[in-house]
């Protein structure tokens, strides 16, 4: 038998129609041990399924036998929930075809399980249902006029926090050591570290994340990644492949600060900075301009992509853009001498 | 008879004072038909009244006889509700006189009746009340203190949306087929045409929209109307008449791209990008520049507003501000060449 | 016995472990009258102390009878609830040693009773706990968890607004006069004046403000202030203490606008204006023009800071950061010539 790409055991939103909205998986599983996965095999089939409560009771108890307490740990949380949960057994990383697959990968995502660009997200679009986040909890949009007047009708007030087929992160994982300031700015399935603080205007979308520890006032676009002790400034922008970016994926390097209103459309490597309002696109011209000022050479910026050491600035007295750079920086990457 | 511009049947909450603060129309109808407004007429008196239940039941039993279903909806979905109504009927698009009307016309305009800038808004910020928008519905600012601490003394957590005279469109319009990542972003009076995606970082105040399909990432202002296929890139700008654009209505035309960080306070017709981070005002001194590379003429922005076809960048060699554009579009447009 | 330098009467959300979540303070005194101070001192000891619900009652009684009804007013508020309460009596204004503390202060800023920057904050990150904030009230972080699950087995919805050390503002005091389009954007702690409204774009940190009236469509950072009449356009940035601006403290003067996407690491005097898209560092090199259209001189920015009548463009002939500025303000500003 081959391995198990993951397991989890679920509690899901039905519509009134009965389609599935959406599923929390209070501790999704990648990579069973060995004695789970035997222990899975035989009381769980490969897909989507249903389990009952007392199944999942018995199967949280032979986990735990096995010495799988970890794999158990979904099954216990949700036992005691009085109607049927969603069991799901995948044994291999494939394009997503269920909405319970789509929800289980989110969540590996947001539980730190998994980096952003390591999963096959492929149909997560198709797979995930538009749906309305209430103050009552996921409603289907073709629901929601009837639910609006069913609670002015009761006197309740249903507050619809958003229409989207992406839930809000916090109301399924909540990672140790992360500060949000603003919860609805942070999609199910971005990726945050710990140590890691995304202030007001922060955002962070799905397969996106900071590695932590990082503050974040800026937009982490789907697809971008950030290291660790890098700042983004308010306003700034990550370009991502759904965001105009194109097909370059944007990566951000360790110890760099992009400010306030500043964006990037190239990778940045390490202790890079990118100054406050400045937008730098993969077609900015930029001079390359060493430590005693002299001009080393003109280069596109997507020449420059995912080197280190840059210090980005549009100087005000000739207002072009340059890229800042020691000696030592230059001779390190030969890449930014290729075209001299 | 002249014909009627509007009727609507709403429920509608008051503060403890008694003073009306909001009034949900689920279905609010524009230029009801001649059978419609025969009925509306022998049942309802013109301006604001209030409508019994039984009433309400009774004229949309009458509605439908006449074959006006469409009219009889409204009354319809809130004939079981146990309090009196709200009735508004309006023989005219006249300044607004009343929170009933104001409320009306900021639903129209959600439910995709009227275009935004079709309206007569005068007098809309002195008949909309600020209202505590919170978790257990509207409660007026004056009266907020004392439920914060009723929620405290039983326990109950009060959660304060937002203190403002509009409320939030989801709250009273799901449009079909919009996405709205944070509902927060989106006030009543925003028309969202179909295929609108609003991300995060989107706003759209009311009397504003996108016509859709759309994705919206940047502030569409108050009178400014997006064509279909624009794209707003994260935190783009567009200047409203309430916003600094003085007199100028900013209007965007289809398959636009204004980039992230990027703004306008001039309008755009089709086909037109702005490149990411970069703010056209009226003011801004532009060289026009065709397919060949040379300058046909310098311009302030505002000699260029409304034109198609127009590419802004900041040349990064020499610094200036662009409008790249092509012959055929040059020719197309006579105004372009008016000051050559 | 010294003057007291403060004194409330709170309620507190404790999590399962006892640990104190947060405190609300209704009507916080700042320099109690001597009359108030001569009964509180009987009655209450100096520091946190825990206040039955019948002793609130009692002190508010005194209070009201020594002539001090501003002071008992807290107490009458909370004397219904029945829970302990928490008393909180200051000397001075030290640092901040607990979480009572941080409240108090917080809220003392907010009832606009201490101006941004007046007040003892050390320590206040430290006894601040991080907390989940949620549509069922502050929850421990680390119990967070718990509560999703228990949410789920009994089909209520538990949303998660923010997980930060700070709330919203506007769940725990509603200044008069204010409109404030996300509640979400403005932390405990924010001075707003009447007349200030904070549109969906808008933020204001802690120990920052506005002195109203103002329309904030942009960020005002840690320890910034902006005076009365000035405009913050749209995702405009103010460079904080905490955000980059490093040792500035920034603030800006009346009838100022800081355009949309634009930007300042510099105080403003009053009457100045950045035109959108423009950010202004320290470090930017600006040649000053006289009403002549003749340049005075060239200055990093930073020597300006604080100046007043500065107009600051990008010249779209030149690309150059101007500071225009008439010969009133020059002579006026003996600071701007002290560099010629």
């Known amino acids: 038998m081959s391995e198990l790409f993951g397991f989890g055991v679920g509690h899901s939103t039905q519509s009134r129609a009965g389609k599935t909205l959406e599923v929390y998986f209070p501790a999704p599983v990648k990579h069973p041990s060995g004695a789970a996965q035997r222990v899975i095999r035989e009381h769980v089939s490969v897909g989507v399924s249903s389990l009952s409560p007392a199944s999942a009771a018995k199967l949280a108890g032979n986990l735990i036998d096995a010495g799988a307490a970890d794999a158990a740990r979904g099954c216990s949380l949700l036992a005691e929930i009085d109607k049927p949960l969603t069991a799901l057994v995948l044994e291999n990383d494939e394009a997503i075809r269920s909405t319970a697959e789509a929800y289980f990968k989110l969540q590996l995502l947001s539980h730190r399980l998994s980096l952003p660009n390591t999963l096959n997200l492929e149909g997560i679009f ?31 007030q249903l507050t619809v926090h958003c229409l989207d087929k ?5 109301d399924y994982v909540i990672p140790t050591g992360v500060r949000i300031a603003d919860a609805s700015r942070i999609r199910l399935g971005a990726y945050l570290g710990e140590g890691t603080t ?30 660790e002790h890098t700042d983004l400034g308010g306003s700034s922008s990550t370009m991502g492949t759904l965001s105009g970016g194109g097909n370059i994926k944007v990566s951000i390097g360790r110890y760099c600060l992009i400010g306030a209103n500043a964006g990037t459309g190239i990778s940045l490597g390490d202790r890079c900075t ?17 430590e005693d000022g002299n001009r080393v050479r003109t280069a596109k910026a997507r020449e420059l992509s995912g080197l280190s050491d840059m210090l980005f600035i549009r100087n005000s007295r000739t207002s072009k853009v340059e890229c800042r750079t020691n000696r030592a920086a230059i001779k390190l990457n030969e890449q930014l001498h290729a075209h001299n």
């Open 274 to 290: 990118i100054e406050a309002g400045l937008y730098i696109t993969s077609g900015t011209v930029v001079d390359v301009i060493d």
């Open 166 to 170: 992406f839930p809000r992160m916090t």
């Open 126 to 156: 198709a797979q995930l249902p538009n749906v309305a986040w209430t103050s009552e909890g996921a409603i289907g949009v073709d629901e929601i006029e009837a639910a609006l007047i069913s609670a002015r009708r009761t006197g309740r």
């Open 198 to 227: 995304v202030m007001h205007e922060g955002f962070v979308n799905f397969n996106a994340g900071a590695i932590g520890p990082n503050m974040v006032e800026g937009r982490i676009s789907q697809g971008v990644i950030v290291g």
